[in-house]
């Protein structure tokens, strides 16, 4: 008789699905900052999506609480680092309500003009990286050439590459350097003159059209649900910018030249045209401010403020219309020189809270498509 053996198969829970959790992060190179993706698959299909973050909290809300409000500028703009000048520009212009302080025409047009050249130097960064997360490697040293060539006159006026600091409650730091505006409008000249690079290289690309196009479809309900806004929400067809629905600064007065771009697609491809046409339109409105500027007769770029400020006892809301969409500051004061808090309300937080509904049913594949097309940086998700 021929001896046999015989084998004991164990049949546990493992076999009631065939489920595989993935673990993208907390270092990976298609974040712009330290985000974990937790991933439930099925095969190469997504099943579920967990952003887990934190992993850059460094408590920024609870300083503000410990400075005063010449100091919480220094912590503000650096949540999000791609939007220096356009973080600080929340917090005094929350300040400023609530002293109800009136700032100097001329340093309402320098403002604008800076927010606008910071909208175009975070929107290259996402222009050049995107492409690159999805292979193409040429985009992105073409967007840091055009980027240095804001740069340089960014940290002309202000003497900061990234973190400017150059905004003050009451107005500027200083005025502009002579001739300064001159050099300014010759950089967004030659920006534009390049800026087609983009359409021809990137758009006109079919790897990257079949890439993006119909992947990562954001619906309209989704964007209200979880309170995305910016580039993000208008390539859904949500047809709101607070330039233009609640205009602050000097955008009043720019309507003829401001232009909100939308799509109705939703998908990856209508986000990255969402950010390529609005950059344009940045230029355009850059060249405005500068158009009126030059006819600005002399005058002081901020107001004097005493030696030490305080806030009365009250609280504010003031929001602006960030490169990355809608970011919003709480300000409760009991008349001291620190703030008692300072909510921070950043657009990447509630932006990137759609992943939960964006990635399941997709590809892996599609993943870092998807994930990059939401333009985000970590930093102003921890805080």
Known sequence: MTPTTETMVGIGGAAESTDMVLNIGPQHPSTHGVLRLRLVLDGERITRAEPVIGYMHRGAEKLFEARDYRQIIMLANRHDWLSAFSNELGVVLAVERMLGMEVPERAVWTRTLLAELNRVLNHLMFLGSYPLELG???????????????????????????????????????????????????????????????????????IFRGRTRGVGVLAPETVHAYGVSGPIARASGVDFDLRRDEPYLAYGELQDTLEVVTREEGDCLARFECLLQQTHNSLDLADACLDRLVGLPPGPINQRLPKVLKAPEGHTYAWTENPLGINGYYLVSKGEKTPYRLKLRSASYNNIQALVELLPGTLVADMVAILGSLFFVVGDIDK
Do not use: C
């Open 136 to 206: 193409g490697i040429t985009p992105i040293f073409y967007a840091f050439t055009e980027r240095e060539e804001l740069q340089h006159v960014m940290e002309e006026v202000s003497g900061g590459r990234m973190h400017y600091m150059f905004n003050r409650v009451g107005g500027l730091k200083e005025d502009l350097p002579a001739g300064w505006t001159s050099r300014a409008r010759a950089s967004v000249a030659a920006l534009r003159s390049r800026l087609d690079r983009f359409d021809d290289l990137v758009l006109g690309n079919e």
